[in-house]
Protein backbone atom coordinates (compact mmCIF):
# COMPACT_ATOMS: atom_id res chain seq x y z
CA UNK A 1 0.00 0.00 0.00
CA UNK A 2 1.10 3.67 -0.54
CA UNK A 3 2.00 6.28 1.39
CA UNK A 4 -0.81 9.09 1.72
CA UNK A 5 -0.99 12.49 3.10
CA UNK A 6 -4.17 13.87 4.54
CA UNK A 7 -5.30 16.99 4.05
CA UNK A 8 -5.67 17.81 7.69
CA UNK A 9 -1.94 18.62 6.98
CA UNK A 10 -2.33 21.22 4.87
CA UNK A 11 -0.51 24.62 6.03
CA UNK A 12 -0.83 27.75 3.89
CA UNK A 13 0.46 31.29 4.68
CA UNK A 14 -0.77 34.54 3.09
CA UNK A 15 1.59 37.53 3.69
CA UNK A 16 1.90 38.40 7.32
CA UNK A 17 -0.89 35.67 8.26
CA UNK A 18 -1.23 31.77 8.95
CA UNK A 19 -4.90 30.93 7.04
CA UNK A 20 -4.55 27.18 7.89
CA UNK A 21 -6.94 27.12 10.88
CA UNK A 22 -9.35 29.07 8.36
CA UNK A 23 -9.51 27.38 5.14
CA UNK A 24 -10.63 24.02 4.55
CA UNK A 25 -10.11 24.10 0.43
CA UNK A 26 -7.64 24.90 -1.44
CA UNK A 27 -6.08 24.65 -5.20
CA UNK A 28 -2.85 26.21 -6.44
CA UNK A 29 -1.10 25.12 -10.16
CA UNK A 30 0.81 25.95 -13.57
CA UNK A 31 -1.56 27.03 -16.16
CA UNK A 32 0.35 27.78 -19.77
CA UNK A 33 -0.43 29.52 -22.30
CA UNK A 34 -1.47 26.95 -25.63
CA UNK A 35 -1.02 29.44 -29.38
CA UNK A 36 -2.28 28.53 -32.10
CA UNK A 37 0.31 27.67 -34.83
CA UNK A 38 -1.76 26.07 -37.62
CA UNK A 39 -1.45 26.99 -41.04
CA UNK A 40 -2.57 26.15 -44.60
CA UNK A 41 -1.96 22.37 -45.96
CA UNK A 42 -2.16 20.90 -42.81
CA UNK A 43 -4.28 18.13 -41.91
CA UNK A 44 -4.79 19.14 -37.99
CA UNK A 45 -4.02 21.56 -35.78
CA UNK A 46 -1.00 22.68 -34.09
CA UNK A 47 -0.14 24.08 -31.17
CA UNK A 48 2.61 25.76 -29.31
CA UNK A 49 3.34 25.89 -25.62
CA UNK A 50 3.49 29.79 -24.01
CA UNK A 51 4.42 31.27 -20.81
CA UNK A 52 3.35 29.88 -17.48
CA UNK A 53 1.07 31.72 -15.21
CA UNK A 54 0.26 30.20 -11.55
CA UNK A 55 -3.39 30.23 -10.75
CA UNK A 56 -4.82 29.46 -6.94
CA UNK A 57 -8.06 29.26 -5.45
CA UNK A 58 -8.76 29.29 -1.52
CA UNK A 59 -11.59 28.45 0.26
CA UNK A 60 -12.43 28.59 4.04
CA UNK A 61 -14.95 30.58 6.67
CA UNK A 62 -15.86 33.95 6.84
CA UNK A 63 -14.42 36.73 9.23
CA UNK A 64 -13.79 39.90 7.95
CA UNK A 65 -9.78 40.10 8.94
CA UNK A 66 -9.45 36.72 6.76
CA UNK A 67 -11.75 37.78 4.03
CA UNK A 68 -9.75 41.22 3.78
CA UNK A 69 -6.45 39.78 3.83
CA UNK A 70 -7.42 37.14 0.89
CA UNK A 71 -8.99 40.08 -1.04
CA UNK A 72 -5.60 41.85 -0.79
CA UNK A 73 -3.38 38.89 -0.62
CA UNK A 74 0.26 39.28 -2.29
CA UNK A 75 2.36 36.23 -1.46
CA UNK A 76 0.66 32.78 -0.67
CA UNK A 77 2.63 29.53 0.23
CA UNK A 78 1.19 26.08 0.71
CA UNK A 79 2.82 23.13 2.34
CA UNK A 80 0.57 20.27 1.05
CA UNK A 81 1.75 18.05 3.85
CA UNK A 82 3.07 20.07 6.89
CA UNK A 83 5.99 22.37 7.30
CA UNK A 84 8.54 20.97 8.38
CA UNK A 85 12.05 21.25 6.47
CA UNK A 86 12.32 19.60 3.67
CA UNK A 87 8.39 19.21 2.87
CA UNK A 88 7.39 19.94 -0.44
CA UNK A 89 5.90 23.73 -0.52
CA UNK A 90 5.01 25.63 -3.43
CA UNK A 91 4.39 29.53 -3.33
CA UNK A 92 3.49 32.86 -5.92
CA UNK A 93 2.87 36.28 -5.91
CA UNK A 94 -0.75 36.61 -6.89
CA UNK A 95 -3.08 39.25 -6.61
CA UNK A 96 -7.04 38.82 -6.11
CA UNK A 97 -9.21 38.53 -8.95
CA UNK A 98 -12.28 36.96 -7.26
CA UNK A 99 -13.43 37.12 -4.02
CA UNK A 100 -17.59 35.72 -3.88
CA UNK A 101 -19.43 35.16 -0.46
CA UNK A 102 -21.17 32.51 0.01
CA UNK A 103 -24.24 33.24 2.30
CA UNK A 104 -27.13 30.52 1.97
CA UNK A 105 -29.61 31.12 4.44
CA UNK A 106 -29.04 27.86 6.29
CA UNK A 107 -25.39 26.93 6.74
CA UNK A 108 -22.18 28.46 7.72
CA UNK A 109 -21.08 31.94 5.91
CA UNK A 110 -18.38 30.93 3.63
CA UNK A 111 -15.70 33.01 1.92
CA UNK A 112 -13.24 31.98 -1.37
CA UNK A 113 -10.94 33.70 -3.27
CA UNK A 114 -9.42 33.47 -6.70
CA UNK A 115 -5.88 34.46 -7.28
CA UNK A 116 -3.89 34.98 -10.21
CA UNK A 117 -0.62 35.83 -10.99
CA UNK A 118 1.89 37.32 -13.51
CA UNK A 119 4.34 34.46 -12.54
CA UNK A 120 4.37 30.25 -12.79
CA UNK A 121 3.76 28.59 -9.36
CA UNK A 122 6.99 28.20 -7.92
CA UNK A 123 7.24 24.58 -6.25
CA UNK A 124 10.12 23.88 -3.98
CA UNK A 125 11.32 22.40 -0.40
CA UNK A 126 10.29 24.34 3.60
CA UNK A 127 13.80 25.39 5.01
CA UNK A 128 12.05 26.75 8.08
CA UNK A 129 8.70 25.57 9.85
CA UNK A 130 6.38 28.18 11.06
CA UNK A 131 8.05 28.83 14.34
CA UNK A 132 9.67 31.65 16.40
CA UNK A 133 13.17 32.19 16.76
CA UNK A 134 14.98 34.47 19.25
CA UNK A 135 18.71 34.07 18.45
CA UNK A 136 20.66 33.75 15.38
CA UNK A 137 22.33 30.23 13.54
CA UNK A 138 21.74 28.12 10.63
CA UNK A 139 19.06 25.47 10.36
CA UNK A 140 18.84 22.26 9.14
CA UNK A 141 20.16 21.35 5.83
CA UNK A 142 18.15 19.98 2.85
CA UNK A 143 19.93 17.32 -0.14
CA UNK A 144 18.46 18.33 -3.57
CA UNK A 145 19.90 15.45 -4.54
CA UNK A 146 22.07 17.04 -7.08
CA UNK A 147 22.74 20.81 -8.32
CA UNK A 148 21.10 22.67 -10.64
CA UNK A 149 21.80 25.73 -13.09
CA UNK A 150 18.94 27.85 -13.43
CA UNK A 151 18.55 29.70 -10.55
CA UNK A 152 15.79 29.30 -8.42
CA UNK A 153 13.69 31.68 -5.62
CA UNK A 154 12.92 32.43 -2.08
CA UNK A 155 10.08 33.33 0.04
CA UNK A 156 9.86 34.03 3.80
CA UNK A 157 6.77 34.99 5.61
CA UNK A 158 6.84 36.86 9.38
CA UNK A 159 3.64 36.18 10.87
CA UNK A 160 5.20 37.81 14.48
CA UNK A 161 7.94 40.46 14.92
CA UNK A 162 8.48 41.83 18.47
CA UNK A 163 8.93 45.28 18.58
CA UNK A 164 11.98 47.10 17.34
CA UNK A 165 13.06 43.28 15.74
CA UNK A 166 15.32 43.43 12.98
CA UNK A 167 16.72 40.32 10.92
CA UNK A 168 18.41 39.38 8.36
CA UNK A 169 17.92 35.75 6.83
CA UNK A 170 19.30 33.99 3.88
CA UNK A 171 19.17 30.95 2.12
CA UNK A 172 22.79 28.96 1.73
CA UNK A 173 24.06 26.67 -0.55
CA UNK A 174 26.79 23.82 -0.40
CA UNK A 175 28.22 21.41 -3.01
CA UNK A 176 29.20 19.26 -0.09
CA UNK A 177 26.89 19.79 3.30
CA UNK A 178 29.81 21.44 5.53
CA UNK A 179 31.37 24.33 3.47
CA UNK A 180 28.57 26.96 2.81
CA UNK A 181 28.24 30.37 0.98
CA UNK A 182 25.00 32.63 0.27
CA UNK A 183 22.71 31.99 -2.64
CA UNK A 184 19.83 34.62 -1.71
CA UNK A 185 19.60 37.30 1.08
CA UNK A 186 16.15 38.90 2.35
CA UNK A 187 15.36 42.22 2.72
CA UNK A 188 15.57 42.90 6.69
CA UNK A 189 12.65 41.21 8.88
CA UNK A 190 11.02 44.08 10.75
CA UNK A 191 7.27 43.64 11.04
CA UNK A 192 5.07 40.57 10.01
CA UNK A 193 4.83 40.33 5.93
CA UNK A 194 6.07 38.05 3.42
CA UNK A 195 8.57 38.27 0.31
CA UNK A 196 9.85 36.55 -2.59
CA UNK A 197 13.44 36.70 -3.76
CA UNK A 198 14.68 35.11 -7.08
CA UNK A 199 18.40 34.06 -7.95
CA UNK A 200 18.62 34.43 -11.66
CA UNK A 201 18.40 32.69 -14.41
CA UNK A 202 21.27 30.44 -15.10
CA UNK A 203 22.96 30.59 -11.61
CA UNK A 204 23.72 27.25 -10.60
CA UNK A 205 22.50 26.57 -6.95
CA UNK A 206 24.19 23.20 -5.26
CA UNK A 207 22.95 20.11 -4.41
CA UNK A 208 22.44 21.46 -0.33
CA UNK A 209 20.24 24.38 0.70
CA UNK A 210 19.88 25.85 4.32
CA UNK A 211 18.40 28.87 5.73
CA UNK A 212 20.07 30.53 8.16
CA UNK A 213 19.19 33.74 10.49
CA UNK A 214 22.41 35.58 10.07
CA UNK A 215 21.60 38.98 12.45
CA UNK A 216 18.91 39.52 15.04
CA UNK A 217 18.96 42.80 16.74
CA UNK A 218 16.21 44.15 18.67
CA UNK A 219 15.24 44.43 22.68
CA UNK A 220 14.48 41.09 23.11
CA UNK A 221 13.89 40.32 19.50
CA UNK A 222 11.91 37.35 18.15
CA UNK A 223 10.79 37.05 14.80
CA UNK A 224 7.75 34.25 13.86
CA UNK A 225 8.51 32.84 10.52
CA UNK A 226 8.36 30.58 7.98
CA UNK A 227 10.77 30.01 4.59
CA UNK A 228 11.20 27.97 1.61
CA UNK A 229 13.27 27.92 -1.47
CA UNK A 230 12.17 26.63 -4.80
CA UNK A 231 14.55 25.47 -7.85
CA UNK A 232 13.86 26.56 -11.17
Not at 23 to 39: E, Y
Not at 119 to 132: E, I, K, P, W
Not at 211 to 230: E, K, V
Amino acid sequence: MGIYNHNQNTRILVDGRSMTAVLNDSDMSNKRKSHDVTTYGMADEAAQGGLFTGTAKLKGFFSQADYDALDGAAIVTRWPALDTIGAPAEFMAVFSSNTPLNMPASAILQMEVDLASSVRLDMGVSQHALGAETATGAFTSVDGLAASANGGAGVVHVTVASAGVSGTLIIEHSANNSTWSTLLTFAALTATGAQIVAVPAGTAVQRYTRARLSALTGTTPSLTFACAFARR
